[in-house]
T-cell receptor, first 114, second 119 residues
Framework: AQSVAQPEDQVNVAEGNPLTVKCTYS??????LFWYVQYPNRGLQFLLK??????LVKGSYGFEAEFNKSQTSFHLKKPSALVSDSALYFC????????????FGGGTRVLVKP | KAGVTQTPRYLIKTRGQQVTLSCSPI?????VSWYQQTPGQGLQFLFE???????NKGNFPGRFSGRQFSNSRSEMNVSTLELGDSALYLC??????????????????FGPGTRLLVL
């Protein structure tokens, strides 16, 4: 069975500092990995995905993520955080054996302080 | 292009009632998936529909059901509501279920959700 772990419930960072949100995964086959962000009372917004190719994936709003197969990790990063980046972030994996189903991590709340 | 729309946005029901939620996917998207989001269980997959057929189902009781119409719009129904069914129900659409190579590579785009409160 596939699974995703986001080890930090909350990440606090000062505006302008680098932001990292951690994600590790477990799948039986090749992983397709996704990051989504959720603002209060809103649905999930797609940030980026890793399917194949370069391990460093660039996405929306200046976010990027690095796929590390040996460590089974897909950490989300942003070089300089903004107050508006404060939100709930979800990592998700799709295992080909499970079809189109996404399995999500528990989410990490990011708080960027001015 | 309009995004995924869900109606209603908010709903209050009492235990034992039933509820129907609606989802209109992005134009051209044929796959629709449903997820339940609760503080305790997080985001959990309910089911996926493609070409009016349920392709995949999560671990939920039979009280949860869904369907998809020929225009790809989808509905989910919850019968005999329980307090624990209070949640944000999210619908996601993607363009197609598989690539020509048989792989699922499409991104799922989510709607704003329907917040259901069961009293």
């Amino acid at each position: 069975a596939q699974s995703v772990a986001q080890p930090e419930d909350q990440v606090n960072v000062a505006e302008g500092n680098p932001l990292t949100v951690k994600c590790t995964y477990s799948v039986s086959g090749n992983p397709y990995l996704f990051w989504y962000v959720q603002y209060p009372n809103r649905g999930l917004q797609f940030l980026l995905k890793y399917i194949t190719g370069d391990n460093l994936v660039k996405g929306s709003y200046g976010f990027e993520a690095e796929f590390n197969k040996s460590q089974t990790s897909f950490h989300l990063k942003k070089p300089s955080a903004l107050v508006s980046d404060s939100a709930l972030y979800f990592c998700a994996v799709r295992d080909q054996a499970a079809g189109n189903k996404l399995t999500f991590g528990g989410g990490t709340r990011v708080l960027v302080k001015p | 292009k309009a995004g995924v729309t869900q109606t209603p946005r908010y709903l209050i029901k009492t235990r034992g009632q039933q509820v129907t939620l609606s989802c209109s996917p992005i134009s051209g998207h044929r796959s629709v998936s449903w997820y339940q989001q609760t503080p305790g269980q997080g985001l959990q997959f309910l089911f996926e529909y493609f070409s009016e057929t349920q392709r995949n189902k999560g671990n939920f009781p039979g009280r949860f059901s869904g369907r998809q119409f020929s225009n790809s719009r989808s509905e989910m129904n919850v019968s005999t509501l329980e307090l624990g069914d209070s949640a944000l129900y999210l619908c996601a659409s993607s363009r197609q279920a598989r690539t020509s190579g048989g792989e699922y590579q499409e991104t799922q785009y989510f709607g704003p959700g329907t917040r259901l409160l069961v009293l």
